[in-house]
């Protein structure tokens, strides 16, 4: 059973900028330094990018001009692109087994990669332009991934640190009747609060939404019971408070009444995405009730989606006039409104977010369900190379690996005229340094030491100066000069908040096994 779930090799993004032009790569063109919103018209600025363009000097770490992956072996720059590898291959690590109060050794059967800039690159409000190829077949179920947003106060796989922060977009304090109030006591961060510490404002509710750029699947898999035909992607507000008793029947349309529909508008080849309206998780202990909205379209996707670069941006404003619209390759997707959570009391988001890009492997997204019986073999092993897998995995996966999730770029462009829109993990509109300060072990595993790593100044192997950036390959190890750091001194040096260095370690993480309670929320959200 130990088998499913991608080990994700969680890389980190690098130095939280103050002057705005620190994070911008240098590789990118001029043209891009300032883009025009789809929706409004008006100038936004390039705020941060990467091209991908300088080759990883080793294998186990690089720097970019603006931002740094520390990264395991399956996430590398390679020909230009950030490319996220998956294979088929056995992968042996400890884990923390909290029944037993010990670590054990666990198998699985993929690796796969995260890249996240938690705590390092966040922004609030703004144009994420993101061109990728996806990884695997357009009619081979069996991949995962995902471009997404997620706010700070959630560090992504770390589940104490998104227990009752995630999904949350809400500040009022609501306890009008006894559903909504039951359900309102699972905001940490709540507006009935009068008492805050670390930072957080009293009676102000707080949250870490997510906002998903992107979720693909593909095309109809015979076994499927998702019969949607076509490959497509999903393109999702998660949000919590979610409706009360207004929700769907999965698979269903609304009836009139129910659901939102306020300000929901659908491009071409856009649909409702009838399978996922969110989720009501009963967790163990059932006291854990996470109850988020799925705001959710399904977008058609070609083949070319799967071999070619695309262009997918979302645009996302916040306050009384806010909304988040998607575009590929500058057509309208999907959007919506602030007034689309009138009912709700739910809001665009304003909290600080940072960019996650991954390739998940996981039997609740393009694999067969339920298993089907008829076949009459198991459906308790995933492992696409083994032969009594077979009625559990999707036809035709093993085809698939080694599978590259190719990412051109990514940039993001801000309105300098929009007070709402700033750069930063802990803005002082919505701060999370103390938070995460004071609740430090939400946001390590229990074989971590710390969450917070010192940039390296310096310090990777070179051979020429070029592998150094701003500094000089000293005796086969770069040595930055005091406007450059990281390991190839390719991060702008200050860019790090002073005395809030937040490095992040190199980890493989493990996505526990579905049947742990500690299946990580964040994800656990999408798999109804
Ligand atoms: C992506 O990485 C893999 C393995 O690291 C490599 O074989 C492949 O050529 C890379 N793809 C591109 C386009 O660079
Ligand atoms: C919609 O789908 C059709 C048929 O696949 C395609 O030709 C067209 O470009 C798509 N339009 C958009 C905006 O996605
Ligand atoms: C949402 O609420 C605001 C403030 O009460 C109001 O101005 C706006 O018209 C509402 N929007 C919709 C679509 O109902």
């Not at 007034?339 to 694999?367: C, H, I, Q």
């Not at 309105?415 to 340094?433: F, I, L, M, R």
Request: proline share 7%; glycine share 8%; hydrophobic share 30%.
């Amino acid at each position: 059973m130990h088998q499913l779930w991608a080990v994700i090799a969680v890389a980190a993004a690098h130095g939280l900028s103050l002057a705005r032009a620190a994070w911008v790569d240098t590789d990118t063109p001029r043209a891009a330094h300032s883009t025009f919103s789809l929706h409004t018209g008006q100038e936004y600025r390039l705020v941060m990018s990467d091209e991908f363009e300088k080759e990883a000097t080793t294998k186990n770490d690089y720097t970019n001009a603006a931002l740094h992956y520390y990264h395991k072996d399956k996430v590398t720059t390679t020909n230009g692109y950030l490319n996220i590898t998956t294979t088929n291959e056995d992968i042996e690590f400890d884990y923390w087994d909290e029944r037993a109060k010990r670590f054990k050794t666990m198998t699985k059967v993929y690796k796969s990669g995260m890249v996240q800039g938690w705590n390092k690159f966040c922004f609030t409000g703004g144009i994420v332009e993101v061109s990728a190829a996806l990884p695997g077949e357009a009619y081979i179920g069996g991949l995962w991934p995902a471009i997404w947003l997620l706010g700070n106060l959630a560090r992504a796989t770390y589940t104490s640190s998104s227990d009752y922060t995630w999904p949350w977009s809400y500040d009022r304090c609501d306890r009008s009747d006894a559903e909504h109030a039951a359900h309102q006591i699972q905001q940490e961060i709540s507006a009935c609060d009068a008492l805050k510490h670390f930072d957080m404002k009293p009676f102000t509710g707080r949250g870490a939404p997510e906002i998903d750029v992107l979720e693909a699947m593909p095309g109809r898999d015979p076994y499927s019971e998702f019969v949607v035909g076509k490959p497509y992607i999903s393109t999702s507000f998660q949000v919590s408070p979610g409706t009360e008793r207004k929700r769907p029947v999965l698979g269903k349309f609304p009836q009139p009444g129910m659901w939102y529909e306020d300000g929901i508008e659908y491009g071409k080849n856009t649909s409702q995405n009838l399978y996922f309206y969110g989720s009501k998780l009963i967790h163990d202990p059932p006291s854990r009730t996470y109850w988020a909205d799925a705001i959710s379209a399904n977008h058609a996707l070609s083949p070319t989606h799967f071999n070619k670069q695309h262009i997918y941006r979302l645009e996302w404003q916040g306050g009384a006039e806010g909304y988040l619209r998607w575009y590929i390759d500058g057509a309208f997707v999907y959007g919506m409104t602030q007034g689309t959570f009138n009912r709700t009391g739910a809001k665009v988001p304003d909290e600080p977010m940072y960019l996650l890009f991954n390739t998940a492997v996981s039997s609740m997204w393009g694999f067969p369900a339920p298993c089907p019986k008829h076949l009459h073999c198991s459906c308790d092993c995933w492992d696409a190379r083994d032969s009594r897998c077979q009625c559990a995995i999707p036809k035709n996966m093993g085809e698939l690996f080694p599978a590259h999730f190719l990412i051109d770029y990514v940039r993001v462009y801000q309105n300098p005229s929009h007070k709402s829109q700033h750069v930063g993990c802990d803005p002082e509109s919505a701060p999370t340094a103390k938070w995460i300060a004071g609740h430090a072990s939400y946001y390590m595993d229990p074989s971590d030491t710390t969450y917070e790593y010192p940039v390296p100044h310096g310090g990777a192997r070179c051979r020429h100066g070029r592998d150094c950036g701003g500094g000089a390959c000293v005796r086969r190890s770069c040595r930055c000069n005091e406007h450059w750091t990281g390991p190839n001194c390719r991060a702008p040096a200050g860019s790090d908040d002073q005395a809030r260095i937040r490095g992040v370690k190199d980890v493989i993480k493990a996505l526990l096994p579905p049947e742990h309670p500690r299946v990580p929320k964040a994800l656990a959200g999408r798999y109804c």
